[in-house]
Every structure is written in structure tokens, then in C-alpha cells.
């Protein structure tokens, strides 16, 4: 789940320790929401869901496009053969998400694993490396507008089928499963290609530049600041909650479709346009924050950037832990030590050895895949 180079393995530039910073608190924030309750005892909603809730998730597919840039081309987009060699490690490293998803889909968890919805968003992302970052950003807000609208319209034309977890048996119904994870599930990607795009256009941005993470920290402010009280007008004042009532406090991808009032919506999970624009805010907020205390204070984020750059490796140590079922009666002390011991390993790991290990086997897997095409040799004419 992290891109990263010999130099960010070993401490660095400060860009990419940023980079690791934030996906770091992603990491943390997804294990907020898997483990303590989202709902205090009086029944209000707790304090570490209105933070993370829906936002770390959506932190984590803003990074992935932000990986795909500093992989492929940084601030230059592919074209031609570059992009091909790309694109065909991304499919394999997609694949083996995929996999290591479904897998995790088997257990028990009580965790809705996004590593099959984030192997299809790397394989469609794939298809954007040649966007420069003007029409990457463009598309985005396209993207955050359109898509929840089509959504919204391809939704109310049938029934709609529960949010699974996918797993193998997933594979038995495949048009079942694509439907699920494009559209209706926990994670639609459909709609979040708005991330991917707005990560793409992070990540071929001058990354070292001052001005770039003054300006991606103000931006992410002025658009999860400005959705939420654009949410607050059109639910109050304009009337939307005494059509559809209050809105849940969580939804699972999508919001009803029995009015288009519900596109107002501003809540973790609903996939609204303002949804999507107050989670990208947020997510590029904490991405510009990062770099900056990268920049300005770099010891204060490096020992997070041990974990942020092995988050696969971690993250599916997480719920294999969550699936054993130890430690579920206090669940305070075990969201501490899972991120403790997250923070911990990562940083010895990074220390003594590097890369994490499914990092390792991802990094190979998209090396044998690119190899396929770096190694094609044209046939000659006449």
C-alpha cells in the first residue's frame, strides 16, 4: 500500500517521510474505526470516529494515487512505451492486492477490507498516468460532482445487493462482485477514482516546493471546511432534512436513492459529492500538514514513517490479529497495542531491513510484470 525508494527506506527525503507520515495516521485512524465503537455509552458519536471516521479510508486512496505518481514519471506523466512498463507493474502489483484482499476476506475480522477495492482503483489508475497535472485535477472535480450523480441514477434503476467483504467465494459470481465493488459496496470505486485522481495530482506536483505544501494544507482546509457548511445550508435552512430526515451517522458507500436530496449529505461513507470533496479536503490537508512538519521538523514525523512505509505488511498483520478474537474484551488497551506495536515494528523494520516484507513481494511482483514489457521485442519489418 506505500511506494517507496532506497532513500525514503533509510530515512530519506523529506517529501517521502511525509508521504510515510501520512499514510502512518491513516493506518492509525482505520484502526480507530475497526476496533473502539463508534457510539459512546450515552449514545453520541465517539470522538475518534468523528475524526477518522470515513476520512482515513479516503486518506489512504488520496495516497495511493499520490504513490502511483512518485512511482511512475513524479511530476513527468508516462507517454508511450514509459507508460506501458507503468501501467503493466501496477496490473501485476494490483493483482496481488487483489489476492491478499480476498484472502483476508476469509476471516472472521469483523473488518470491511478494502484491498480488493484498492487493487481495482490501482488498475484503473493505471489508465491516468499519462494526465499531466492540470487535467488530472480537472478530472477530479469532474469526478466528485458526476460520479455520485450517475451513481445515484444506476442505483435507482433495481435492486441493490447488500455491501459484502469480498473473498474467494466472491469469485463464483463475478458480475455480482464487480457490481459490488464498482458501485454499491463499502469502498464504490467508481466514485472514489475521485481520490485516485486528486492523489495523481498531488503526486506530480513539486513535492519539494514550499508553496506546494503551504498550498496543498490551505486547499485541503478551504474544501472540507467549505463542503461542510455548503452540507449545513442545503440540509438546513434549504430544507433537505425535513425531506429525508436526519442523516445517519454512517453509511456503507452510498446513500438511499429514494430522493436527491440525499446527494447533501455530508457523513462518512455516504459517497456524495460533498462527501467526496470534504474527505479529498481533509486527506490533502493532512498530506500538506505532513510535508510540512517533514520539512520544518523532520525527527518529529520520521518515527511515524517506519509504518507508513510498510502499511500492506502492517495492515493485514492488523486484521489477522483482529480475526484471532484476543483481546476484543477491552478494547482501548487493544487498539494501544495495535498501534504501538505497528509504530514499533515499523520503525525497526525500516532501521534494520528496509522495505516491509509484502512491500518486497509487491515491489517484485510489478518488477517481473514490468519485465514482460521491458523486455518485448519488436519483430522486424520485411
Same mark, same amino acid.
Given at each position: ?64 494515487? *499520490? ?17 506501458? *512498463? !507503468? ?23 469483523? *473488518? ?23 487535467? /488530472? ?29 469480498? %473473498? ?28 485516485? /485522481?486528486? !492523489? ?92 510540512? *512538519? ?11 514513517? !517506519? ?56 515491489? %517484485? ?18
Amino acid at each position: 500500500m506505500a511506494e517507496t525508494t532506497a532513500s525514503a527506506r533509510k530515512g530519506g527525503k523529506g517529501r517521502l517521510i511525509g508521504i510515510d507520515g501520512a499514510r502512518a495516521l491513516a493506518l492509525i485512524g482505520m484502526m480507530s474505526v475497526h476496533i473502539l465503537p463508534s457510539q459512546t455509552a450515552d449514545g453520541t458519536t465517539s470522538w475518534h470516529y468523528l475524526i477518522a471516521g470515513g476520512r482515513s479510508s479516503a486518506l489512504f486512496a488520496v495516497l495511493a494515487g *499520490v504513490g502511483l505518481a512518485l512511482a511512475n514519471g513524479r511530476e513527468i506523466p508516462l507517454r508511450g512505451r514509459a507508460w506501458q *512498463v !507503468g501501467a503493466t507493474g501496477i496490473w501485476g502489483r494490483a493483482l496481488l492486492l487483489g489476492a491478499i484482499g480476498l484472502f483476508l476476506g476469509e476471516l472472521s475480522s469483523g *473488518v470491511a477490507v478494502i484491498l480488493v477495492h484498492y487493487a481495482l482503483l490501482f488498475a484503473i489508475g493505471a489508465a491516468f498516468l499519462g494526465l499531466s497535472r492540470t487535467w /488530472l485535477i480537472r478530472l477530479a472535480v469532474m469526478w466528485a460532482i458526476a460520479a455520485p450523480l450517475l451513481s445515484h441514477v444506476l442505483r435507482s434503476l433495481g435492486p441493490q445487493p447488500g455491501a459484502q467483504v469480498p %473473498n474467494f467465494a466472491s469469485l463464483l459470481d463475478p458480475v455480482t462482485m464487480f457490481g459490488d465493488l464498482f458501485l454499491t459496496g463499502y469502498y464504490p470505486v467508481f466514485t472514489w477514482i475521485t481520490y485516485l /485522481l486528486a !492523489g495523481l495530482a498531488v503526486g506530480r506536483s513539486d513535492l519539494q516546493a514550499s508553496r506546494t505544501r503551504r498550498g496543498l494544507t490551505g486547499l485541503g482546509i478551504v474544501l472540507a471546511v467549505g463542503s461542510w457548511l455548503v452540507s449545513a445550508l442545503l440540509m438546513g435552512p434549504l430544507g433537505g432534512e425535513a425531506v429525508i430526515g436526519p442523516p445517519a451517522v454512517h453509511y456503507v458507500g452510498t446513500t438511499p436513492t429514494n430522493s436527491w436530496w440525499q446527494l447533501a449529505v455530508q457523513a462518512p461513507h455516504s459517497g456524495t459529492p460533498i462527501d467526496l470533496v470534504h474527505t479529498t479536503g481533509t486527506a490533502i490537508a493532512v498530506i500538506g500538514f505532513c510535508l510540512i *512538519v517533514a520539512w520544518a521538523a523532520k525527527p518529529a514525523i520520521a518515527w511515524l514513517a !517506519g509504518a507508513g512505509g510498510m502499511t500492506l505488511s502492517l495492515y493485514t498483520g492488523h486484521v489477522l490479529a483482529l480475526a484471532s478474537e484476543l483481546g476484543l474484551d477491552n478494547r482501548p488497551a487493544l487498539y494501544l497495542w495495535h498501534v504501538s506495536t505497528a509504530v514499533l515494528i515499523g520503525a525497526l523494520w525500516r532501521y534494520w531491513v528496509g522495505r516491509g516484507p509484502l512491500e518486497t513481494l509487491s515491489a %517484485n511482483v510489478s518488477a517481473m510484470f514490468r519485465r514482460t514489457v521491458e523486455g518485448a521485442v519488436s519483430p522486424r519489418a520485411g
